[in-house]
Structure formats: structure tokens, C-alpha cells
């Protein structure tokens, strides 16, 4: 195979993508590469179906290889663990445009692997990757019904600009990745979008920047219409320089449309009927029985038809629902195209944490929880970036019981993951600055129960909660879930859309924001594309959703708590002096311990010397917080002063005593005892041990220190009474060796 390649201009970026070079045995390799950002995308299809599977399986794989960033993995194995968040969320990006182009009836295993080989931290991997996905599938020759191209959107300086570099994207005020595909009119259609306002976007608004608004993003979209267009053409041009093999896929059709009328034909009028049922049980609990009836009638006893019946029983049932929206009905639960479920809120259910609220909406219910710490409880991250910590976390958890389901819990799966990661998009641009708000929070949204949108309750709840645990965001953020029904060229938006919605419908749109400023929003279509018009007016109208849904919360809880919960703990923080860091932290962190022992506070210091106190107990922060003011600014020893110290060292001539904060004296050995000779310090005194003690003198910064009470001495077996006037030539204290002892003591004193 030879190597061939094309280079494609985006902007004033170039995105070269290659094959022919690497992963020969795979049907589908591309490399793409953008800066020194190189990716290596491999595609894979098995050429039979397997047995009883009803779905498409598909697989995509991100592997952040540490060696790409010219690191070596932490842990004890030096070798990369399972996926980051970020791969995880490639995995998604990559996964949710490409799934519904693929040709109807192709079930063969599929499995797309990106390999990141190179990162140089300013171009992004993920689009890339998905670029060249949709360009290996077609070497391959897997059946796609139309290439994606995708671009990264960046409102930097009140322009969109596409696939800006990391340190471009310092200055963005919102950021989005658009995917589409091009039409039988040769016009791009919108199949996915992904957005998100930046940490610092509401201080560059504040400062005059555009602000992400439903008609700004909806121009950022339409203009990332060309690029996507070049994209696609351009890996139209590498496919026809290869060979593209020709491989006859098999086709699965779940059930013939001969057979479909047959069904249709008998249960037509009864699918009216149960459709037409508000109560979702009541309407279950008929369709269920509907479906046991019509198996009895149209299963086939020689080979097992059943599994046919039940989805041309579900498709029958989802075009009657569709038509019934489309014709101007109701929908599934009696509202109109723009009506939103019955909604509630409330704070402060749970008495022991820091934080908590109850949003619910309909059916859909999520109890959020918020959870305030120090510093150093921020999460740690050994990825590829150069971001190596996280001071703000929500995570979201959807148990089997949220939809009245058993199975196995293995942890957060890829879809929790999203769910959450979307949440914390939307709020993070509200989280105040580490400078004016110093905790690490974390928040955890429990789907406790689900019928439609539990990530954008999340959202609600997630505000509620921080707000009711005294974080001061800016602002409530609320989002809402807008669906879609077409026909022809007839759309229908829905606003707050049911788990079955979502399902028997073509688009899947949330959109999560403040009263004026649009902070998360994500796209999946379920149809090839979505027109422009389409598009404004689902934003829109979930504009309105979001207002009606802000006014609600607000009613709940429109400020931050003036205070925390009385079981967060209570941050202090001081700007040390540079020169007093080191003094304040101590030999080997002696004055940090001796904090923390004494008053059971937390205390840490960080790169810029700002020093963070944390306890729940008020008396705890004060006494803390003195101590430390102490070591900074210690008060002048005064000679002829008693102090109560404590012994911190232990030498052969003498003791150390801590008598001010940052201030030790030696008592030296012969101050003791006033007339017994004290030979092993050790023997009578101990680290820790409180003392009353005069100054003597201060000389040179020197304290020199003498005993209120003599030291019991009775267990030192080498103490001797001391000897007046001239010792004798023969004594053992007159040796050289000694002498030379007693003069290094000396000299010490006088600060030699």
C-alpha cells in the first residue's frame, strides 16, 4: 500500500491527514495531524452479524498514551490505567455523530480506535480524531450513509474563530464543536454540537465581551457550515486516491413491511387508544398487554418470530405518536409541543451535609448534594494536559431503581460520565475564584428517579444545592431537554421531553444557562441534519423553558446562604511574607504540626504563599490563626521576663526551648541545677516538656535562658555535687577533652 495523504486549510490551521504508513493489517488507518498534535484512528469491522443482537455494535476507543506528552505514568505500575474523563468524553464525541450515519440494517461489530501518538497541547485531539474516524470508515469501506466533518468554534474577541489553539482559546468566551454531514442538495446539516462558556466567561462579558446568547451561537453554528463542507470534501479526495475494498455486508431487517402492515392492520385502532393515555403506567400496563396479544396472534411456532414482533409492534406504535404531534395533537402525556411538566424544588433535606436540594419535574427526580473542603482535597490528574489538578467536581450517578430496573452496579459507566461532565460544563462559569471563594467543592447529583432529562435536572438541583450550602455563584443556572418530531419538511420542537420522547424522536437538544447567557449545550440528531431555522427556534424556545424554570428556583432560593453549614469546615486564609514562608512552615514542618496538634486544624500553603486554615470549630481558626500571626510578626523577648516554654531539642550542653512562636533560648547545662553538675541532659529533661524559664540576656538575636525551679535530677546517676574553687590536676572534668567541650559551650553562648 502506498502512502498518500491530503492537507486540508481550516482557518489558518492545517490539518494533514495520511494512510498507507502505519496499522497495515487494519481495513481502516488514518493519521491526522495538526501542529505536533498526531493521532492515529484505526477502523475494524467484523464481516458477519452476530447471533440475536437487535442493536448496532458499535465500539470507539481513546488511548492517551502518557509517552505522547513525553511523560511517564504515575502509580505503581508506570504504565497507563484505564480511561481519563477526557478520553471518555472523546469516546462520546466521536461516537455520537458517527453512530446514526451509518447505513440502516448494518449490525456487523465496528470498533473505531484512536490512538493519541503525539500531543503538543495546543491543538486538540478529539476533533481530529473524529475527522479521521469518518475517513477510516470509508477506507474501509463500511458502510456509511454520509461523512462527518467537524470543527472547533471559539467566540474570541466577538468573532467566531475555528479550531483556535489552546492558548487562543485563553481569551474565548464560549466554545463549541459542530459536526454535520452534507445533504443530497450538497448543503451541511447539523448532526451534532457540543458547547460550553469558559471558566472566566461572565468577567470578559463584564468587561464587554459578546455574550454567548441564543442568536450568537446560533451564527456560530452556521458558520462553522464551510469548514465542516471542506472537511468532508477533502476526505472524499484521499478516499478516491486509495483502493477501496468491496466487501458485501450483510443487511439485518428486524422485521418486512408486508409483515408490519399484517400487524398494523389489527392493532391499529387500539395503539390510538393506548397511546392517547395520560398515565404512563396505565398506558404501560395496556401496551404491555396489547404486545401479549398480538404475539399470540402472529407468532410463528416453527421459528421463534417473536422478538420481530415486538419491534414491529414498537415501530407501529411510534408513528402513531409521531404523526399525532405532527398533525397538532397532544403528545404522549396530554401537553402541548411547549408545555413543561409540573415542577418543584426544594433545600436543605439532609441535616449532616454541607449542602442539598430536590429537583424534580414530572417524573424525573435528582437529589443533589454539595460538599465543601481544603485545598488539598482538589482532584489530581495525571493526564496528558498541563492541567494536573480540579478544584470544582460534579459527578452524577443513575442507579437501576431510577427507572425500576435490577443490574449489576460496576461503577460510573460512559454515559454517567457525559451526563455529568455536561452539568459541570453549565456551572462552572458561576463558581467563584479560588481567591474569593478558597475551597475544593464537590457535587454529586443522585438520579433517584428518571422519566425524561435527569442531566438537566441535575443542572436545576446542582444551583439549588450550591447556593443552599453558601457558594457564591453568580447566578442559578437551570437547563432544559428540547426534542424534535419531523416529517417531510414538517418539525415539530418539544420542550421537556419524556424518556419515551427521546426515544421515538429525531433530536435530543439541552440547553443549559443563566436568564441571559447560554453556559452548556449539547446536540445529538437522530435524522441526517437539522435545518438553520430549525435550530434558532428550538434555541429559543428552550429560552423561554429555561426563564420559566429560573423563576421557580429562584422562588426557592435566590441568594447564597449568608452562612455555611455549621458542619463545612471555616477557611481562613493569610498572605505570608516571602521572607517568613520558611519560618512559618518550620525545620521540616515542625511549625505547620505544631498547629495542627495544638488546635486540630488543617493547614496548608500553596506555591504563592498564601496559607489556608481549615476547621469546623471558630475558637480552633482564632487560635490557629493567632499562632501563625505570631510567627510572622513575633513579639520582642524581653530580658528579665518569665516565659513558659517547652523543650524542643536536646543537645549535649544544654536544651532549646520554644518560649515565643518561631523563638527558642538555650538553657544551657550548667543552669540546671544550682549546685548539683548535670553530665547527660537527656537523663532529666525530654522533648515537649514544659518549663517556666527566665531570660538572661539576648545578644545577637541569642536568647540565653536560666530555670525559675531547679530540674529534678535525682535520676541521674552521672550528676555530682559542683565543686568549689580550683579543681585538682588528676580530675576527670580538667582532661583535654573536656576542656575542648567546655570551650565549644562557651563559645555558643556568646554566639560564636
Not at 468566551?173 to 445533504?183: E, I, K, P, S, T
Amino acid at each position: 500500500m502506498s502512502v498518500t495523504n491530503v492537507i486540508c486549510k481550516i482557518g489558518d490551521k492545517e490539518i494533514k491527514f495520511e494512510t498507507g504508513k502505519l496499522a497495515l493489517q487494519a481495513p481502516g488507518s488514518v493519521v491526522v495531524t495538526s501542529g505536533d498534535t498526531n493521532v492515529l484512528v484505526t477502523t475494524v469491522a467484523n464481516e458477519s452479524v452476530r447471533e440475536g443482537i437487535d442493536f448496532f455494535p458499535l465500539t470507539v476507543d481513546v488511548e492517551e498514551r502518557m509517552y505522547s506528552a513525553g511523560k511517564i505514568p504515575g502509580g505503581f505500575f508506570r504504565r497507563e490505567g484505564r480511561q481519563t474523563e477526557k478520553a471518555i468524553l472523546a469516546c462520546r464525541l466521536i461516537d455520537r455523530p458517527l453512530r446514526p450515519s451509518f447505513k440502516e440494517g448494518f449490525r456487523c461489530e465496528t470498533q473505531i480506535i484512536a490512538t493519541v501518538l503525539s500531543v503538543d497541547n495546543e491543538n486538540e485531539y478529539d476533533v481530529l480524531s473524529l475527522n479521521a474516524a469518518s475517513l477510516g470508515l470509508q477506507l474501509a469501506g463500511i458502510p456509511l450513509e454520509s461523512p462527518i466533518g467537524a470543527v472547533r468554534m471559539s467566540l474570541i474577541n466577538d468573532n467566531w474563530v475555528v479550531q483556535a489553539t489552546n492558548t487562543e482559546m485563553e481569551e474565548s468566551v464560549f466554545d463549541m464543536v459542530v459536526a454535520g454531514n452534507l445533504n443530497e442538495k450538497g448543503e451541511v446539516d447539523i448532526v451534532m454540537v457540543e458547547a460550553g462558556a469558559s471558566d472566566d466567561a461572565f468577567d470578559k462579558i463584564d468587561d464587554g465581551s459578546k455574550a454567548p446568547t441564543e442568536e450568537i451561537v446560533a451564527d456560530g453554528i452556521d458558520s462553522a457550515k464551510e469548514y465542516i463542507a471542506e472537511l468532508i470534501n477533502k476526505q472524499a479526495e484521499l478516499v478516491t486516491k486509495n483502493e477501496v475494498p468491496i466487501v458485501e455486508w450483510p443487511s439485518v431487517e428486524d422485521f418486512t413491511q408486508e409483515f408490519k402492515s399484517q400487524i398494523e392492520e389489527s392493532v391499529i385502532s387500539e395503539v390510538i387508544e393506548i397511546t392517547s393515555i395520560v398515565d404512563r403506567k396505565e398506558r404501560s400496563n395496556r401496551q404491555s398487554e396489547l404486545e401479549e396479544k398480538v404475539i399470540q396472534k402472529f407468532l410463528n411456532e416453527e421459528e421463534d418470530n417473536s422478538k420481530a414482533i415486538k419491534l414491529a409492534l414498537k415501530s407501529i406504535v411510534k408513528n402513531v405518536v409521531r404523526d399525532r404531534v405532527i398533525s397538532g395533537g397532544d403528545r404522549l402525556d396530554g401537553r402541548s409541543p411547549t408545555d413543561i411538566r409540573d415542577i418543584s424544588a426544594e433545600i436543605n433535606l439532609l441535616p449532616k451535609v454541607h449542602g442539598s436540594s430536590l429537583f424534580l419535574r414530572g417524573e424525573t427526580q435528582v437529589l443533589n448534594v454539595t460538599t465543601l473542603g481544603m485545598g488539598r482535597l482538589e482532584q489530581m490528574l495525571d493526564t496528558i494536559d498541563t492541567v494536573t489538578s480540579k478544584r470544582y467536581m460534579h459527578h452524577y450517578n443513575f442507579p437501576p431503581y431510577s427507572t425500576g430496573e435490577a443490574y449489576m452496579m460496576r461503577g460510573p459507566k460512559r454515559r454517567e460520565i457525559g451526563h455529568g461532565a455536561l452539568a459541570e460544563k453549565a456551572l462552572v462559569p458561576v463558581i467563584p475564584t479560588k481567591v474569593d471563594f478558597p475551597y475544593t467543592i464537590r457535587v454529586v447529583s443522585e438520579a433517584i428517579s428518571s422519566n425524561g432529562s435527569t442531566s438537566q435536572a441535575s443542572v436545576c438541583a446542582s444551583s439549588l444545592s450550591l447556593m443552599a450550602a453558601g457558594v457564591p455563584i453568580r447566578e442559578h443556572v437551570a437547563g432544559i431537554a428540547m426534542g424534535l418530531i419531523s416529517k417531510d419538511d414538517n418539525y415539530v420542537t418539544l420542550t421537556d421531553i419524556l424518556g419515551a420522547e427521546d426515544a421515538l424522536g429525531d433530536m435530543d437538544f439541552k440547553v443549559a444557562g443563566t436568564r441571559n447567557v447560554i453556559t452548556a449545550l449539547q446536540l445529538d440528531m437522530k435524522i441526517e441534519g437539522l435545518p438553520s431555522e430549525v435550530l434558532r427556534k428550538a434555541l429559543n424556545q428552550a429560552m423561554d423553558a429555561r426563564h420559566h424554570i429560573l423563576d421557580i428556583m429562584e422562588a426557592t432560593i435566590s441568594e447564597p446562604a449568608e452562612s455555611l453549614s455549621g458542619n463545612a469546615p471555616r477557611l481562613e486564609t493569610v498572605e505570608l511574607p516571602k521572607d517568613k514562608i520558611g519560618e512559618v512552615i518550620g525545620p521540616k514542618g515542625k511549625n505547620i504540626r505544631k498547629i495542627e496538634e495544638e488546635t486540630g486544624v488543617s493547614v496548608e500553603i500553596d506555591d504563592e504563599g498564601i496559607l489556608t486554615l481549615g476547621s469546623t470549630e471558630e475558637e480552633s481558626l482564632t487560635a490557629a490563626k493567632e499562632m501563625v500571626m505570631l510567627i510572622i510578626d513575633p513579639p520582642e523577648v524581653e530580658v528579665g521576663t518569665d516565659y513558659e516554654g517547652e523543650v524542643v531539642n536536646i543537645a549535649t550542653f544544654g536544651a532549646f526551648i520554644n518560649i515565643l512562636p518561631g523563638k527558642d533560648g538555650l538553657l544551657h547545662i550548667s543552669k540546671f541545677h544550682s549546685s548539683k553538675r548535670v553530665s547527660n541532659p537527656e537523663k532529666v529533661l525530654e522533648v515537649g516538656q514544659k518549663l517556666l524559664v527566665h531570660v538572661d540576656s539576648v545578644e545577637k538575636g541569642r536568647v540565653s535562658l536560666s530555670l525559675k525551679e531547679d530540674l529534678d535530677i535525682s535520676g541521674d546517676d552521672k550528676s555530682e555535687t559542683k565543686k568549689q574553687g580550683k579543681r585538682s590536676n588528676n580530675s576527670k572534668s580538667d582532661s583535654p577533652k573536656n576542656r575542648k567541650r567546655v570551650s565549644f559551650e562557651e563559645d555558643f553562648e556568646k554566639g560564636l
